[in-house]
């Protein structure tokens, strides 16, 4: 502090502005602006977490403000914690880099797995669970068991979605590739491929947004269960406050549970399910 009085008496007899008539009062001003200059930054607000995100609508969107669930739903996990959200969009591949780098402090929503968890801290539990399913025309006689019931069907797969491309080739199934999941949809109504594997959320939105209602009817899912998919939120390692921000965000989402909120955000997914009911069989 004796230091910083020193310093604030140099700057006054310096400036030749001074109003000489208070002299004290000047001196008290600059002394204030230099104390404020030496806090730390989040000291004037709240401190900002910075996630890079895709287009999936509902989870996340970039144009549908009705279509940003999981967005919603983070935001409110570390408003908990009274720590601020910001999103930058970009394609999922780019969003994925910038996160394993560290310029930003992660992404979602992402699947678990082994190369993933070398590079990031994964959310203490799932943000939301789902189930992949196949979709196909009312017209198509599609039916599966094993993977060898799926081989005789002309299956549609979207880029950078990897787990399902690599069983695909696993399988022996093939798939032929487009750039987004609304292409694939439109193929699938263009009588172009037979199947297509996504979530019933996502599945759901895509033909509800894309299509007229005599087109959306002429769209199903079979009732078993391709996947079951949990969702989880990325932070990258290559921050020094990754770790930090993972437990950050799992406390907010245990209180979002315990409170109801989470529920509450979390039903207009589940709305999404209702609006087109799998083919009976």
Do not use: C
């Amino acid at each position: 502090m004796i230091k910083l009085d020193q310093y604030a008496d140099e700057l006054f007899k310096q400036e030749s502005g001074i109003v000489k008539e208070h002299p004290q009062i000047m001196k008290f001003a600059l002394l204030l602006v230099l104390l404020i200059g030496t806090q730390p930054s989040h000291a004037s607000g709240k401190e900002v977490v910075k996630f890079a995100i895709g287009e999936y609508p509902p989870y996340t969107s970039t144009h549908n403000h009705e279509a940003r669930v999981l967005e919603t739903l983070v935001k409110a996990a570390f408003l908990e914690q009274s720590i601020e959200v910001e999103y930058l969009h970009y394609p999922w591949k780019r969003s994925m880099a910038l996160a394993r780098n560290g310029d930003v402090d992660g992404t979602f929503p992402w699947l678990k797995n082994a190369d993933r968890q070398l590079d990031f801290y994964f959310s203490h539990e799932a943000v939301y669970q789902d189930k992949g399913v196949y979709w196909h025309l009312r017209t198509t006689p599609f039916d599966w068991n094993t993977s060898e019931d799926l081989r005789k069907y002309r299956f549609g797969v979207t880029v950078g979605y990897t787990r399902t491309q690599n069983y695909y080739k696993q399988e022996g199934i093939e798939a032929a590739s487009e750039v987004s999941e609304e292409q694939n949809f439109k193929k699938l109504l263009a009588g172009r491929i037979d199947v297509y594997r996504t979530s019933r959320v996502v599945g759901t939105y895509l033909v509800n947004n894309l299509f007229d209602e005599s087109s959306r009817d002429r769209f199903v899912f079979h009732p078993k269960a391709a996947d079951d998919s949990h969702f989880f939120v990325l932070f990258s390692k290559k921050t020094d406050r990754g770790k930090a921000l993972e437990s950050a965000f799992s406390t907010g989402l245990a209180k979002l549970k315990a409170s109801g909120k989470y529920k509450d955000i979390i039903q207009d997914l589940d709305h999404f399910r209702s609006q087109v009911v799998p083919e009976r069989r």
